[in-house]
């Protein structure tokens, strides 16, 4: 653990660069990790962990735990939850707790509708105690439907003619 | 002699064979010889019985200099075989007319080789019937003028409620960006760059088909204020974006080409339902917004390459970066990332978003920045130059703006997010620690809105000057201490002001040195002063303390994790810096040092060894700054979390 966290520490002390904190863990047949955006733009002090099933079928339903803590020690959090065209959300798509610097864990229950690599989305919003709102943060928890898709073969960054590859978009 | 039979010609074309040639029987052949060739190739035997009929022909025909001209043919209405053409006044260098192969009409073809202004030209086509005359005005040009403007179209951002406003979508030049003249085979022929209004123009073949592309680039090679700077999609081999027509078109046909890179945001359907083009051209332009205020006071200021990541599968989770999990937005290394998956997490628009991390990027390559990154929040005790560095990105997104508020959208729809005031002056645990108050001195250092303690309206070009001198060359850590410090020796009009701001945010402004000497805020909490603690090489050890009380967890960059100390080397030598431990209230510790030169790291001494650090290497005379570390620190959090070492620096033996 040290040796990675050295690299870690070498690069933080070298330039400003991205400390990922993302540590998928595989335990039997679940997927965890833990998302901790706060080295990028600001926004809420929040970290999520995550555990979701590593892959499951279409028509099946299945739960993601998740485990909020924000730094923030006193108000409260306002989530929201929705999902792309592959997941439907089998819950309310709202939760809120109180912000007290503990963990809140959340269980998130969703059906699978198409095979992919799809994204359960979290919206948080943390306010004061007074009710003023503070700052937010967005969060997506990858869940794999069906077997993963191969990954195509990764692309030359240069042409055949040497130069960049050019995407061209058409003009209105 | 009228001749109507191909029979009787074959006749004749043999008898005139026949004949012993000579000047005038070579003569006769010519004259029958379209005659004769038409004889074997066409139905009908060529007819000059009619006199010709030339139509004039309208507009101004425009041709470019050294471009083949495409034949110019003038309709014969007459209908008879032409003898002769000939012009008055004499075509352009280059140009000539002549009877056209089948005989049917007077054609101007040629290479023009100057320039000529529009002129009337008047053809005359004879046969034996008659005469008749055409005029044609003619123009060559050192090129056809190809031109037009690129635009991109900005969803600009809205409070009450925060989101993307999609009803007040704006159209906005695409400025100084590469645009490319391309052939039909996608060929690059020409290369010229928008202005600050999106125009652009080519001078081309009026005969080539051509199309006109923009690059997501912004590209300065010579002379002075250098830079290039690319938008690419990092989850399709680092492509780079550009906007473009639809087909190649013959440039006479079409001389004004405006492009417009269109947001794909269809107001019907609520959703984007079309490509997103404008997008990487917004982050282009809050990146241009950025380099020009800094290019407007400093002419010889180079921006070094920058590549701006963005792809609508960016989005906010950690993974692959080259299928889009990024986490966030964030800077690394002269790469920026940024979040473009819709409905989720989107800051092409959030201008403030991409400012705050080119801020990053500004200060790891044109001034100096020694944070060591990590975890951040708007109330966190960090490590000095965690805070300064982040409040400075904070700050520069509303000076580049002009405005303080920086807000980031998300959600679905883009329809959630968060405002951000830059100079709310309000700010919990305010100090030398709080990127809230270090972004809170900058902004009202900046603006010319004096508002509560601020009176200070220095603009951009003082901070510069810091952060490219002073800032840059520190010989002590990057900090609120060392710009200000700077700053007012600078301004020293303006100390009793900027002291005021400094103040108001619980730090010793009146008194501050580039070290904090004079530091009194502690955050209420022992071993966090002083800010520096001296270490005299070859001298006693000194005892120095790190703490957890303000870890949130997983983190290392906050306030006491590190603590700093300076010493001073009589001479280039060995030195060999040490650090043992000699209390702690949580178990095992694992310290360790690094010790820099004006921003140079000098010994990195990193190793598992618990209790101890040690390291022996080669320093220059002079001063150095030390950070000492508690690793084990990352596994910690709250009070009770102290660890003591002893710190020496000696001459090696």
């Known amino acids: 653990m040290k040796q990675l966290s050295l690299l870690l520490t070498t690069c933080l002390l070298i330039s400003a660069c991205d400390l990922t904190v993302s540590d998928d863990r595989t335990a039997g047949e679940y997927l965890s990790g833990v998302m901790d955006p706060r080295h990028g733009k600001p926004g809420a002090p929040v970290v999520i962990e995550y555990s979701v099933p590593k892959q499951f079928q279409i028509g099946n339903s299945a739960t993601v735990e998740l485990r909020f803590q924000s730094a923030t020690a006193a108000g409260l959090a306002m989530v929201s939850l929705h999902t792309g065209d592959g997941l439907n959300l089998l819950q309310d798509a709202s939760f809120e707790f109180t912000l007290n610097q503990q963990q809140q864990p959340l269980s998130v229950a969703i059906e699978a509708v198409t095979n992919g690599r799809h994204y359960l989305n979290i919206l948080v919003r943390e306010f004061d105690e007074n009710g003023k709102a503070l700052l937010g943060r967005s969060f997506s928890v990858p869940i794999q439907v069906g077997q993963p898709q191969e990954k195509p073969q990764t692309k030359q960054k240069v042409a055949e003619d040497g130069e960049r590859r050019i995407i061209e978009m058409i003009s209105k | ?653």
């Not at chain 2, 303690?453 to 901070?463: E, I, M, R």
């Not at chain 2, 390291?615 to 620190?633: D, K, R, S």
């Open chain 2, 1 to 653: 002699m009228l001749l109507r039979h191909r029979a009787i010609l074959r006749l004749w074309l043999v008898l005139l064979l026949a004949v012993p040639a000579s000047a005038g029987a070579l003569q006769n052949i010519a004259a029958v010889l379209p005659s004769i060739i038409c004889l074997l190739l066409c139905d009908e035997l060529p007819d000059d019985s009619t006199a010709p009929a030339l139509q004039n022909r309208g507009g101004t025909t425009t041709l470019a200099v050294n471009q083949a001209a495409a034949p110019i043919n003038f309709t014969n209405n007459g209908g008879g075989i032409l003898s002769d053409c000939t012009v008055s006044p004499p075509l352009p260098a280059g140009l000539s007319v002549s009877v056209s192969a089948n005989g049917a009409t007077c054609r101007i073809s040629g290479t023009p080789t100057e320039t000529v202004a529009a002129a009337s030209y008047t053809i005359t086509a004879t046969n034996a019937s008659g005469s008749d005359q055409a005029t044609i005005m003619i123009e060559v040009l050192a090129g056809f003028p190809v031109s037009g403007r690129a635009l991109f179209e900005r969803v600009p951002t809205r409070t009450g409620p925060t989101q993307l406003d999609y009803d007040a979508i704006v159209a906005m030049p695409i400025r100084r960006a590469t645009v490319q003249l391309l052939d039909s085979n996608g060929a690059v022929i020409d290369t010229t760059q928008s202005d600050d209004n999106g125009d652009y123009a080519f001078s081309v073949n009026p005969n080539q088909a051509v199309r006109v592309r923009v690059l997501a680039e912004l590209l300065s090679e010579t002379g002075p204020q250098q830079y290039e700077v690319v938008v690419v999609d990092n989850t399709d081999a680092d492509s780079l974006y550009s906007l473009t027509e639809g087909s190649a078109t013959l440039a006479s046909a079409r001389a004004v080409r405006d492009l417009t890179a269109g947001s794909g945001w269809d107001l019907s359907a609520d959703a984007y339902t079309m490509p997103r083009a404008s997008a990487p051209f917004a982050l282009l332009d809050s990146v241009y917004e950025a380099m020009q205020d800094f290019m407007q006071v400093d002419a010889n200021i180079d921006f070094p390459f920058l590549q701006i990541n963005w792809s609508v599968n960016n989005r906010t989770t950690f993974g692959d970066e080259s299928i889009g999990e990024i986490g966030t937005s964030f800077y690394s290394a002269d790469n920026i990332f940024i979040l473009g998956a819709a409905d989720s997490d989107t800051d092409e628009f959030d201008d403030h978003v991409v400012i705050h991390e080119w801020g990053h990027y500004f200060e790891d390559n044109t001034s100096r920045s020694d944070s060591i990154g990590g975890p951040h929040g708007a109330d966190d005790r960090l490590d000095m130059r965690v805070a300064f560095g982040e409040g400075f990105g904070n700050a520069l997104s509303g000076i580049i703006t002009d405005d303080p508020l920086y807000i980031d959208t998300a959600g679905p729809g883009q329809a959630f997010g968060f405002p951000l005031d830059v100079d709310n002056n309000s700010v919990t645990n305010p100090g030398w620690y709080n990127e809230s108050s270090v972004q809170a001195i900058l902004y009202d250092l900046y603006d010319s809105e004096d508002d509560g303690p601020d009176t200070v309206s220095l603009g951009l070009a003082p901070l510069y000057q810091i952060l490219i001198d002073e800032q840059k060359n520190t010989p002590v850590f990057t900090s609120i201490f060392s710009f200000i410090s700077a700053l007012k020796a600078d301004n020293a009009g303006q100390a009793s002001a900027i002291n005021q701001l400094v103040n108001d945010q619980s730090i010793n402004g009146t008194n501050i040195d580039e070290q904090g000497s004079a530091e009194t805020n502690s955050a209420g909490v022992a071993n966090v002063l002083p800010i520096y603690t001296p270490l005299t090489v070859d001298g006693a050890a000194v005892n120095v303390c790190t703490i957890a009380n303000f870890n949130n967890g997983g983190d290392i960059n906050k306030l006491s994790n590190t603590r700093y100390l300076t010493f001073t080397t009589p001479s280039l030598n060995e030195y060999t810096v040490t650090a043992t431990r000699t209390s702690s209230n949580y178990g095992v510790t694992d310290p360790d040092i690094f010790v820099f030169e004006k921003g140079v790291l000098r010994i990195l001494s990193i190793s598992p060894d618990a209790n101890t650090e040690s390291a022996t290497a080669a320093l220059n005379a002079g001063p150095h700054v030390m950070g000492m570390q508690e690793f084990n620190v990352v596994g910690q959090s709250g009070s009770n979390t102290t660890a003591c070492f002893d710190v020496t620096v000696s001459t090696a033996p």
